[in-house]
């Protein structure tokens, strides 16, 4: 399975994809693979490349379905194609909380969820509800584009402890933590 033609190829099938769907799929930012309405279900399987749908292992197979379920999600839901080509400036997910975060210096309690949520399991459904909720206050203050790529690997990789930096760790590192 390679990553990155899997990514690829899942973005190039939303770009695809009819408004409705995406639209459908930006509906339900944050909610786990289990927790999708049967339509939005549909829609988001037909856009995951059969690779991904193909994994015998269950657990592999659910933690990547997460984890691309959240990017196209954020995709639909943030991506403008009409002022961004392929020259836009894709910003890291983890640069946009650091954004966020310095934003929020006397805001004690906020810092406190976008630490919480650096030490969530990629097993646990509040993961993406909390990334999604963070995303939304980030965006709300500086509209930028997602490196959806990068977010992917990211997230697949979200427990793995044997990269070379492991993915929590970088994010903290962005937020100077």
């Not at 966020?100 to 969820?113: D, E, G, S």
């Amino acid at each position: 399975m390679n990553e990155e033609a899997i990514v690829q190829e899942l973005i190039s099938n939303l770009s695809k994809s009819a408004l409705a769907s995406r639209i459908l799929l930006r509906r339900n930012l944050g909610n786990s693979y289990f927790q999708l309405p049967e339509g939005a279900r549909r829609v988001f399987l037909a856009i995951v490349p059969s690779d991904v749908r193909n994994i015998a292992d269950y657990k592999e197979r659910n933690r990547i379905l997460n984890a691309l379920l959240f990017v196209s999600c954020v995709y639909s839901a943030y991506h403008n194609e009409k002022h961004c080509t392929n020259s836009c400036n894709h910003v890291a997910f983890e640069d946009v909380l650091a954004r966020l975060y310095v934003r929020m210096p006397y805001a004690a309690r906020k810092r406190q969820i976008v630490e919480h949520v650096l030490t969530l399991s990629s097993t646990d459904p509040s993961l993406y509800k909390g990334l999604r909720n963070l995303l939304r206050q980030a965006m709300m203050i500086d509209h930028t584009e997602i490196d959806v790529s990068a977010l992917a690997h990211d997230l697949i990789h979200w427990d793995d402890l044997a990269m070379e930096t492991p993915v929590k760790q970088k994010w903290m590192a962005a937020l100077a933590l």
